[in-house]
Structure formats: structure tokens, C-alpha cells
């Protein structure tokens, strides 16, 4: 080929790169430039933030936050949140690992039928749940309570902490298992000594999952709890009443542990999903 | 003293029967090789001695006692797997150790150990690193290692040297056979590779479609095929076969020419003969030659035999050609007999 | 223990729980919903459907899903696409890109209300920049175009990850010698993604949709942090039958009616993105 044909080619695939690194930079920004808006007002003091026109850059001033925090029932909110999504990631993994376990390990009758179960879950729209059980935790006594919410979210979670364990027990060779037990490890014994050392990374993360779930869940939560409100119900309830400094705290509040969480399990964020899939 | 005894094994994966009516008894020492094509049962029969699969009918006696319904780790055995199974998470000394922890045996008795098997796989030098650190063949000692740490009545192999490059598999296809030799364990060893079966066995199980064809030494595997897959399985290249019709009295035409044969039967048989036992020779079967192979130390020729394909294993040192019409004499005492009714040797 | 007992032994807990909290409560939705006083009927429908909100709340949820998924599919191909052909940079970018995924949807309203309320930063942008001397009532009555745009973009914002996340999963399964031999058979760029990235990410995409779509039908807390009740959506009604009015059979009624959406959207989805039997990777 000639310099004189070669010349535009090159022009048209270094305007292509261009394009390409503006787009993802781009992509980037819009992520990011809402957060950090939300950074910039949470950051301000309540009157900077009621005001206009506004900075583009923080002040670092506590004030919303302090406000935030001295807000009647708000620290409590922020409790029982975590609360919830606590016994949700203990319940999800508790509940869901085991058949994960027997889902990537074992053939046996029905198995289809199960995983079909598990899969319908993700086809409903599951916070509907909390209607029919908020008549039903009455009867129970579990109304109002956050043991009874903490129900709901694992259900919302299960169907991902069984696909997400069955997806990382799979990954672990059944040969191992078996040098195990010919070692002489009982079933038991193989898994606590072999498959569970080198899992605990990835259940960690199916873990992390399962509390965000919790976390970010709203609907369930303002059906389910009136005095024993988790922060997005608290903050959902009092949207219409409240200023908007106590409105960006809260929401600053909501998102930073999922950067913090979603940073922690980003290696198993597509490798989970890549299985579920199918 | 570990005597192992396979007593009417069957095995059924729904409809399907991997495994018909095993039986078989391997000596205590002794260095049995389950020999046969992939899906023939030999893995599925060495799961069932291990313990990782259940016989759907049968007994499992090792040493004396019967072991069918015992877990894997009460069976007195220790295995080498396919993909070596050493486990990631641990060092190599923790791998080798391990069975040996779980035994609570004393910690120098374990050091003491582990060093002793190390040093005779020659990774005393790895002892420290991870799996992810080491190479195939290193990961093989590591797994033979682990095996031999635990000094088991019986070592079982599935396949241990087919991830493992040529020259590797040669290296530790001898360094196998002279460590297993002073171990004194009993050993099963299940391959696909006749080489292999031959060089390490002491007695060869070849398995085809659930059964056990012919048990026997290597050298009587390889004279005195017990029938004609064994014939065709064994051998590179494998046995010839050429129709005879019977022509009384222990005479038989094959190809026109007449062989001294079987007297017993009088249908149509097969003769069977290795490639390198056939002889140029004045008086013999005409052979038009179609394909010259010069592969060094001899020369392979496929010649056509009245319509049938053989191959001869000729001296390099022969002028051969295409088309050629060669006269070859198969050695008398070389010569099989097959009943091509029942696929078995005739006497 | 019995190997043959065992697998079922294990499934039992997650069988019993979502028994309990899945199965049975639908049952219990079903009851409220067609339950009155007179035994079975449709009372419950007949009032829900028949209040001037419905009709409003039922075109905007499915006029804001129309709007959304489609955007947010062709952005996360596009995202998904160009992250697969990233080498350096690509787990910085994918984090940065993955980020909404933990974000709850309430918050997300919340972020974009802090661009879009009154003495937010697009008019504090478009002050700055000299285009208004006052602030502009976006979130109004008399604005309601740009009070959807705020919730599209907010949605759009929030729900793509997650199917970015499925999507880079499903490339990730796609051999490369498919590509590599499209391209010795001449196929451009374009018709490499065309003829084998979409195909072959059906069974992603058929996971992607369904999932998004059904999230759709349940778009809440955004618009209540956004819009108020200035935008009323289904699952909103459905929340204030529950709580304002008290009145548990007309939400169930409501959210029979959703789940019925989804039933019927998720099969068009599978049926339209089906992969025929063997075809596979």
C-alpha cells in the first residue's frame, strides 16, 4: 500500500481512538458528576444549600450532616437499617449457600423444578410481597418489627445468594473434594478444610450483595415498619415534609456504603452475573 | 497386606450400564493397569474401589474386609487424580501433610514424613510455594506425594500422567514405576495409553463397554489377545485381520493360500497378525503395496491382501514402491485365531 | 449421611422459605384482591380502575418504561461493547460504570433532585452561564415535560449498570475465535457486533430485559423523591391504597395488575429473544 492511500486510514482511526476516549470519558462523567452534586450539597452548610445560585465546589461544612444526625428518629432509622441488612446478608447466605451447594454438586430429581422456583422469584416484582404480609405479620406479631422486615429482604435476596454461591461452588473442582475425602476427610470435613477456605472471598461478596439489597429496599420497608423505620422508608415518609439539606444528607448517607460495597465485590460482580445467566 | 477383591461390580447411570458384572482380584503388590478407550468404565470402576462412586450391585473387599458401604477415607486407600486436586489454599508441605494431619498424627511424625516422600519425588525445594506457583509436572509430584505420605494399603491413579507433555509423561512414567515398586503398595492405575499400560504393569485389566476383556500380563496381552478387540486395541499399529475359509482338517484358505490352522472349527474364521511378524519370503500372501510410511527404524507398508488392508513392518533398509506386489510370510507361531461369532481367540 | 437424601436435605431451607414468603403471600395477594365482604368478585378492580388516577398512573409507568429500557439498552451495548475491547483502564472504568448498581433508587432520586429542584445545580449551570437571571420551577405543574425528563434521566442513570453488568458477562462468555474468524471472512466492526456479538448475546440480553423491565413496572421511590405526586406511577397508588387510604384490597387489586404486566411482558421478552435448541455457545 502507498503513503497516499495509508494517510486518511490512519487520520480516520486516530479520530476514531479520539472519539472513543472522549466517549468513555464521557460515560464516566455521568456517573460521577451527579454524585459528586449530591457530594457538594452534603457537604454544605444548610443555608448554602437552600440557596442559588450554588458552587461547584464543596465547602466542607457539617451542618447538614449535624442536622441530619440530631433530626428526631433519624440515627434510629440509620440503626435499624443496618440491622435489617445484617440479618438479611446472614439469612440470605445462611438459607441460600447450602442449596447453591447442592445445586453445582449434585443430580437429583426435581433439580430443574427448583431452579425454576428460584428464577421465577427474579421474574416478580417481589416488594408486592409486603402487602399480603404485612396483614400476615399482624396475626404473627411480627409487625413493626425489623426481624419481620429482614424476612422480606431475604426473600428478595435468596434467589441471588443461591445463583451467586452456585456459580462460586462450581468453580471449585469436585476433585478437590474428592482428594479430600480421600485424605480422610469426612463430606463435612472436605468443606470446612477445603472448599470453605477458598470460597470465603466470593461468599463475602454474595454477602455484601445480600445487604445492599437490604440497604436500598424501600418499598417493603414503608409497608412493613411504622415506628421501627428503616432510613429509606424514614426518608421516603418524610420527603414531602422535610428541607432539602436533611433530603441530601440522607441521601449521601444511602450511598456511601454502597461505593464503599459495590468497590469490595467488584471482581465478582460479572463473574456472579456470567452464570446466572444461564 | 491389602488384597483387593471386585466381586460381581455393576454399575447403572439411569439407563445407561457403565459397568457389567466386574469381577476381579488384584494381589497384594501388585501393579494393576484398567486399560481402555474413554467411556469403557475403567474411571467409573476405580471411583467405586476409592469410594467416590456407589456400585449399584457388588462387593468391594480390600485386605479381608469388605469395604462397599465405607466412606473414602476408611478404605485404607490414597489417590492421584487426573488434574492433580492439590488443593490452592495450602503450601506444598500442607498438601503433602494433610492427610496425615487429619489422621492427628504428631507434628514431627508429619515433617518427618513429608520430607521422606518429598525428597523421593525430588520437590524438597517446594515445600514453601502455592499450586498457582508450580508447573504441571511439579503439581504431579506434589499430588503422587501427597498420596504416597499417607502410606496406604492401596494407591489408586486415574490418568495421572495425561496432562502432562511427552517427554515429561516418559521422565515420570519411570520415576512412577521404580517409587511404587518400593513403596510395596498394591496399585491400580487407570490409562487410556497401551504404552503406558505396558511399561508399568504388572497385569493389565483391558475394558471395553463395562466389561473386563482380558486380565493378564503385558506380554500375554500383547501375544495371546483373549479376543479380537483386545487384538485391535493393542498394538501399534494394531493387528491385521484376514478372512479364512476352513478347507478341512486344520487347513485353512486365506487369500488363496493355505495355512495350517485350528482343527476344532469349521465355520469361517479370522487370522490375526502383527504387523513386524511378517517376513518377506518366497511363499506367502501376495501383497500390492499402496502406502510406503519410512519412519525410521522400520518401514510401515499398507498393502492390499485380495481385498483386504494390512499393514507390514518391514526393514528400513527395503526398496519399496507404491504398487509393488510383495510376497509376505506371516511367522507360524505369531499367528491368532478368531472366531468372528463370538469376537473371542480359538485354540 | 445418605448421598441421595443429602441434595434435598440442603434445598429444603431456601423450598420452605420462599414457600412461606414467596409462594404463599401470593396466594394472600390473589385473596385480598378478589375478596370482599360478598365472597369472590371483582369490587376491587372495578374501584381501582375506575378512579381518575388509574388511567394516568397506568400510561405513565408504561410510557416512562418505553421510554427508558430501550435507551438503556442501546446505552449498555454500547458501554459493554466499548469496555470489552478496553485494555488498560478497563477495571477503573468498569467500577466507575458499575457504580449506580448500589445505588437504591430513593437515593438516586435525591441525587438528581439536587440538579433538577429549584436552586439546583442545572440552574445554578445555566445562570452561571448566563442564559436565565432567575431560577427556573422545573419540578412543577406547569413543566410536567421536564419534570419526565428528571425521572428518565434519573432512571436511566440508576438501572443501567445493571444491565451493563449482565451484559460484560455475556460478551465475556462469547469465544474470541468467532471473532477473529469473522474478521478473516472480511466482517467490519459494525457487522461483527451485528452478526455475533447480538446473537450470541441473546440469552444475556433475554436476563438484561426481563430483569430491567420488570424493575420498571416497579419505579417508586425516584419518582416520589423527584416528582412527589406531581407524576403518578402504579406502584405508588399502590403504596398510597396501602397507607393513605388504608384500603389493602384495592392495592392488592393494583398489585395484581402489575404482576400481570410483568408476567405478560417477560414472556414477550423470552418468546421475541428465543434461542433455538443447539445453538448455544
Known amino acids: 500500500m502507498t503513503a497516499a492511500t495509508d494517510a486518511p486510514q490512519i487520520d480516520a482511526r486516530r479520530s476514531g481512538r479520539w472519539l472513543y476516549i472522549a466517549s468513555v470519558v464521557l460515560l464516566c462523567a455521568w456517573v460521577l458528576v451527579p454524585l459528586y452534586f449530591l457530594f457538594i450539597n452534603t457537604l454544605s452548610s444548610p443555608e448554602t444549600v437552600n440557596s442559588f445560585p450554588k458552587g ?138 477445603v472448599v470453605l477456605p477458598l470460597i470465603l472471598p466470593g461468599i463475602t461478596a454474595s454477602a455484601i450483595f445480600a445487604f445492599v439489597i437490604s440497604w436500598n429496599e424501600v418499598f417493603a420497608a414503608a409497608v412493613l415498619t411504622i415506628e421501627n423505620r ?17 433530603k441530601f444528607a440522607g441521601g449521601f448517607i444511602l450511598v456511601v456504603p454502597a461505593l464503599i460495597f459495590i468497590f469490595a465485590v467488584r471482581k465478582y460482580l460479572f463473574a456472579m452475573w456470567g452464570i446466572a445467566n444461564r | 497386606m491389602a488384597e483387593i477383591q471386585i466381586k460381581n461390580v455393576a454399575k447403572t447411570f439411569g439407563a445407561y450400564q457403565a459397568l457389567h458384572d466386574i469381577n476381579l482380584t488384584i494381589a497384594d503388590q501388585e501393579f494393576m493397569v484398567l486399560l481402555g478407550a474413554s467411556g469403557c468404565g475403567k474411571t467409573t470402576l476405580l471411583r467405586i474401589i476409592a469410594g ?49 494431619r487429619m489422621a492427628k498424627m504428631p507434628n514431627a511424625e508429619v515433617t518427618r514424613r513429608v520430607e521422606r516422600v518429598a525428597s523421593l519425588m525430588h520437590i524438597e525445594q517446594l515445600l514453601k510455594r502455592y499450586s498457582g506457583e508450580l508447573s504441571g509436572g511439579q503439581r504431579q509430584r506434589v499430588a503422587v506425594a501427597r498420596a504416597l505420605a499417607m502410606e496406604p494399603d492401596v494407591i489408586l ?45 504388572d497385569r493389565i485389566s483391558v475394558m471395553h463397554q463395562g466389561k473386563i476383556v482380558q486380565a493378564a500380563s503385558p506380554i500375554e496381552v500383547y501375544r495371546n489377545p483373549a479376543a479380537h478387540f483386545v487384538a485391535s486395541f493393542i498394538g501399534n499399529p494394531p493387528m491385521n485381520f484376514l478372512r479364512a475359509e476352513p478347507a478341512g482338517s486344520g487347513k485353512w484358505k486365506v487369500a488363496g493360500e493355505t495355512v495350517d490352522g485350528p482343527v476344532s472349527a469349521a465355520t469361517p474364521l479370522q487370522l490375526a497378525i502383527r504387523p513386524e511378524d511378517m517376513r518377506l519370503a518366497d511363499d506367502g500372501l501376495k501383497a500390492r503395496v499402496k502406502l510406503v510410511e519410512p519412519l525410521g527404524a522400520h518401514l510401515l507398508v499398507t498393502c492390499d491382501v485380495d481385498g483386504t488392508m494390512i499393514r507390514a513392518v518391514l526393514d528400513s533398509d527395503l526398496t519399496v514402491k507404491v504398487g509393488d506386489v510383495l510376497t509376505l510370510a506371516p511367522q507360524p507361531d505369531r499367528v491368532r485365531w478368531f472366531d468372528p461369532q463370538s469376537t473371542l481367540a480359538v485354540a | 449421611m445418605n448421598a441421595r437424601l443429602l441434595p434435598y436435605v440442603l434445598i429444603l431451607p431456601v423450598t420452605v422459605f420462599l414457600c412461606i414468603f414467596f409462594l404463599y403471600p401470593f ?74 448498581l448500589g445505588i ?59 444491565m451493563l453488568v449482565i451484559l460484560v458477562a455475556g460478551i465475556g462468555l462469547i469465544p474470541k475465535e468467532y471473532y477473529e474468524a469473522a474478521e478473516v471472512f472480511g466482517a467490519s466492526p459494525w457487522k461483527r457486533f451485528l452478526k455475533i456479538t447480538l446473537p450470541l448475546l441473546r440469552p444475556s440480553l433475554q436476563t438484561a430485559l426481563v430483569l430491567r423491565v420488570i424493575l420498571a413496572f416497579e419505579v417508586f421511590a425516584v419518582v416520589a423523591a423527584l416528582g412527589g405526586t406531581l407524576f403518578p406511577v402504579l406502584m405508588g397508588e399502590t403504596y398510597s391504597y396501602q397507607f393513605d387510604l388504608s384500603n389493602s384490597g384495592a392495592a392488592a387489586a393494583i398489585a395484581l395488575i402489575i404482576l400481570a404486566i410483568s408476567i405478560a411482558s417477560t414472556l414477550v421478552i423470552l418468546r421475541a429473544l428465543r434461542v433455538p435448541k443447539g445453538a448455544t455457545i
Open chain 1, 56 to 193: 461547584f465546589v464543596p465547602e466542607f461544612d457539617f451542618g447538614s450532616l449535624r442536622f441530619f444526625a440530631g433530626f428526631q428518629g433519624m440515627i434510629d432509622a440509620l440503626y435499624n437499617s443496618v440491622l435489617v441488612a445484617v440479618l438479611t446478608m446472614i439469612m440470605s447466605i445462611l438459607i441460600g449457600a447450602p442449596a447453591g451447594y447442592a445445586l453445582s454438586r449434585f443430580d437429583f430429581r426435581g433439580k430443574e423444578l427448583f431452579r425454576m422456583l428460584i428464577l421465577l422469584t427474579r421474574a416478580f416484582p417481589l416488594p408486592l410481597l409486603a402487602l399480603p404480609l404485612a396483614v400476615l405479620f399482624i396475626r404473627v406479631g411480627l409487625d413493626d418489627t425489623v426481624f419481620g422486615l429482614a424476612l422480606v429482604h431475604t426473600t428478595l435476596a435468596i434467589p441471588f445468594a443461591v445463583l451467586i454461591t452456585f456459580s462460586l461452588f462450581s468453580g471449585i473442582p469436585i476433585e478437590l473434594e474428592e482428594a479430600a475425602w480421600t485424605l480422610g476427610c469426612t463430606r463435612l470435613g472436605a468443606f470446612t478444610k
Open chain 1, 230 to 246: 428503616t432510613l429509606p422508608a424514614f426518608l421516603l415518609q418524610s420527603l414531602a415534609e422535610s428541607p432539602l439539606h436533611l
Open chain 2, 52 to 100: 467416590l462412586e456407589t456400585a449399584t450391585t457388588g462387593e468391594v473387599w480390600i485386605g479381608g474386609r469388605r469395604v462397599d458401604h465405607l466412606a473414602p477415607k476408611d478404605r485404607g486407600i490414597a489417590m492421584v487424580f487426573q488434574n492433580y486436586a492439590v488443593f490452592p489454599h495450602l503450601t506444598v508441605f500442607e498438601n503433602i501433610g494433610f492427610g496425615l
Open chain 2, 157 to 201: 491413579m486415574d490418568e495421572p500422567l495425561s496432562n502432562l507433555d511427552a517427554l515429561l509423561r516418559l521422565e515420570m512414567r519411570a520415576e512412577l514405576k521404580g517409587v511404587l515398586a518400593e513403596s510395596k503398595t498394591t496399585a491400580i492405575y487407570v490409562t487410556h495409553d497401551q504404552v503406558e499400560a505396558m511399561s508399568l504393569a
Open chain 3, 27 to 100: 396466594v394472600l395477594v390473589a385473596q385480598q384482591a378478589f375478596g370482599s365482604d360478598t365472597g369472590w368478585s371483582l369490587d376491587n378492580f372495578r374501584d381501582v380502575v375506575s378512579h381518575w388516577k388509574f388511567s394516568i398512573s397506568l400510561w405513565n409507568t408504561l410510557l416512562l418504561a418505553a421510554v427508558v429500557v430501550p435507551v438503556q439498552l442501546a446505552l449498555s451495548l454500547l458501554m459493554a461493547t466499548m469496555v470489552s475491547k478496553m485494555k488498560r483502564g478497563r477495571d477503573l472504568v468498569l467500577y466507575v460504570w458499575t457504580i449506580p
Open chain 3, 104 to 162: 437504591s433508587d430513593l437515593a438516586a432520586g435525591i441525587i438528581w433532585l439536587a440538579i433538577f429542584e429549584q436552586s439546583g445545580f442545572l440552574n445554578s449551570m445555566m445562570h452561571g452561564l448566563g442564559f436565565i437571571d432567575a431560577p427556573m420551577n422545573f419540578i412543577s405543574y406547569q413543566n410536567m415535560t421536564m419534570v419526565f425528563i428528571a425521572i428518565a434521566l434519573a432512571e436511566i442513570w440508576r438501572a443501567t449498570a445493571i
